[in-house]
């Protein structure tokens, strides 16, 4: 069996941007946010995915699953 031992960087980041800027714009309220997913693991595991599901009858074999999608969103939340 192979040590599956990893880590994972995933993080979430908002701002609400300053009234003296989004009043200027007739906003009330403006929110900006980052979402990142799996931009980054470190380990040595030679398979795929280091977080590979965990069933009764193959504990610790990946058979060759694709991993994880690694992601990043943004986004704004505009408030009128």
Do not use: H, W
């Not at 200027?24 to 030679?46: D, G």
Request: charged share 15%; glycine share 6%.
């Amino acid at each position: 069996m192979i040590a599956s031992t990893f880590f994972a960087a995933r993080t979430t980041s908002a701002n609400t941007l300053p009234q003296q800027l989004t009043s200027k714009a007739f906003i009330s309220r403006a929110r900006v946010f980052v979402l990142c997913q799996n931009l980054f693991t470190a380990t040595k595991y030679e398979g795929f995915d280091p977080e590979i599901g965990q069933s009764t009858t193959a504990i610790g074999i990946d058979k060759g699953i694709y991993p994880q999608a690694r992601t990043l969103t943004f986004g704004v939340n505009v408030n009128f």
